[in-house]
């Protein structure tokens, strides 16, 4: 007998369960994707430099093509095909087909969800004016590109990853910028003297940082012409709004599936749902966190990956298990690298630690060779025991891979100690004798 | 009662031993350094840019002053002094002041051995000859220089880093550069197919590499004017032996200082020797390999460092201990970054390692994202066990502190199945979703 699976939603976490399932079973089992856009397997993360221009066509965002997905490895993939309703006890999904603008039944033996995250918007009116986005979907990409092109002032509602990377793309397209934010703090994820290293740099590149602000409305006649605040009206002819994700767990809330206290869907280790035969992974659903033990939601495109082969394999009759995530980031801000892994400070806090933060500044090349930056690491310690539970790092250059660094030092349960005692490689073009990690480990371990 | 203690040596090792210990017991004890060259504290690795012109002085390749060391941290400095012999029985050093042409005694309560290493010669007549260098000291460095201004033909004896380093030094001078070897391969440590891409970059950059070569002599009349070898005669009017180090023990042999196998100073975790009051680290010393679990010779800088640290904590009265190295090392050849870590194949077959290697190439970059190169990821991983014993990584970027990655993997004991579980970072302008790692672990915890 053959087994069908069916995967709603065919990004990230959707795709690598279908092709890992599908290897594994062969012609035991047939699946089949469903993606509501128009683009699959796309790099959610170059979005911004597709909007900038850097990256030219939609298509050198995607990894592998619907083409190579149903011919190298029989995975039939339909795009604009929207799944509207699960009959979990009967066994099949209502699937809309925007383009036939027909409905239909699929049966499955498996499912697996995949339905990502939405952005959030601000709840404000005005919202649904034309020149305003939130950006997840390719297609979103590709309005922002062609609502921006003809826009002076760009004003973005949010200061996190997205919103800072939009920023840049902004700038480089010869925009206005400004961003609007409640919270006097961008980069929430970050302790405040790390993030306020990125403030500096954004506002450097003349991109306006207006704080305590509440959005009232957004306003104009068809397109939007001003963001309306409690400090007044800023001009905008485009608003993008980055608050951030929302895991899109309505489908799956519908059949019963667990949600978590973070609001996304509850999965074990081998990426199942609380509902035999359902599994999901990816922007709608939780991943154990290794440094506070408990369930996160923090949505990015390496756990999705990961946790969608873990799901694929089960399916495929494996037994295997996705450890964990310990919230590694990593973002280009302008000229910074700005990176980080484990917990915040606050977030630390919050699961109870009892922690120390320390901040060092320290050369990323030896004083020896021309060129080289400060890098800024900032470590979070568990006091008593000395244990790492997080890192921060902001610089120039040689940030990106040395926070990896920091994530196989916390997968693996190091104290700033063993930290301090690590062998990390020295050339003068790419590090000085102490690297910065060991520097800021050694005042660590003396002061936790 | 003040205590004295003697360093034998004023680069890395014998400089931190000196400095921690003068920290710890402060007016309880004096340090005194005596250092046989005219430099202290230079950074070695940075020699080759040096002679290249891209670091314009000599004193640019120091870290801390002699006047810092005497003024902020009270340890008097006496350079162009030789300790050249011991007397440990009555505790006291003999010293040549080499400036002043006298001898004089300074006793000690304890010693620091830090007399670095010795360029391998080629025990062939000519080797006195003008124009024949190793390159140890900033003194070998400013001889080299010199002698090469005005040189056409340089010939480099040895395929290692620093033969390789220097050959892209003497290439951005303008210089033929002809490297003669004894063995197929270049960097012994490395695993072959891995040495290869090197060979092929130096080769690529105009410099002949000669293999199967035995040399006869050194011929020329006052200054070198041609190697005479097995295959012939190759003209040179400078030539670099760079055949790698010996640990310079003389001193310490003639005390009875316990020597290892390697043929370097054996030291145990607190860097002692097997004699009381007298400790040894840095490029004249052993160190232990968590790997091999075995004790090893690798002269680098980074472990100087820390074991000179390790030393001079001990001699300052606290119980320290140095866990050990890995073996990790970088070197930037022309545009490579070349890097390694832990065991190679061979190393780990010499140790009775049944292993497993694998190669993997995958872009520096997300491919949605400008630029970026192929890496070339390496794994040496234990057969049954899937501990990962080693890891070599080539590329135009993005290798240098990838490698760290795996040095602390390796640190911590991990397997390729937790390599492969690692969360690393990931924004497109710096690597793929899957990063090169972990798709070489990937393949590596399928395989072994």
Known sequence: MTEKLVVIGGVAAGLSAASAAKRLKKDRMNAVVFEKSGYISYGACSEPYFISGLVPEPEDLIEVTPEEFEQKRSIPIRRLHEVVDIDYKNGYVTVDDLIGHRSFKEPFDFLMISTGALGKGLGVEGEQLRGVHTLRTVEDAIAIRQSTLNSEDV????????????????????????????????????????????????????????????????????????????????????????????????????????????????????????????????????????????????????????????????????????PGIVGTAVSKIFDLEVARTGLSTKEANLYGFDVYANTVRHRSRSKHYPGGYSITVHLITEKGTGKLLGAQMIGREGVAHRIDVLAAALQAGMTVDDVYHLDLGYAPPFAPAWDPILIAANTARKAS
């Not at 973005?156 to 397209?173: D, H, R, S, T």
């Not at 409640?182 to 790390?194: A, G, H, I, V």
């Not at 154990?288 to 990961?306: C, F, M, Q, V, W």
Request: some cysteine.
């Open 155 to 322: 004003v973005i509602c949010g200061g996190g990853y997205i919103g800072l990377e939009m920023a840049e793309a902004f700038v480089a397209m010869g925009k206005r910028v400004t961003i609007l934010k409640k919270t006097s703090q961008m980069l929430l994820n970050f302790d405040p003297d790390m993030s306020a290293l990125v403030d500096e740099e954004v506002k450097s590149k003349g991109v306006t940082i207006t704080t305590g602000i509440d959005i009232l409305s957004i306003e104009g006649s068809e397109r939007v012409e001003r963001v309306a605040t409690n400090a007044g009206k800023v001009k905008a002819e485009t608003v993008l709004i980055a608050k951030g994700a929302l895991p899109n767990v309505s489908l799956a809330k519908g059949i019963g599936v667990e949600i978590g206290s973070t609001g996304a869907i509850a999965v074990n280790k081998r990426q199942e749902t609380n509902l035999p035969h359902v599994y999901a992974g990816g922007d709608c659903a939780e991943a154990y966190h290794i440094i506070s033990r408990k369930p996160a939601y923090i949505p990015l495109g390496t756990t999705a990956n990961k946790a969608g082969r873990v799901a694929g394999e089960n399916i495929g009759g494996l037994h295997t298990e996705f």
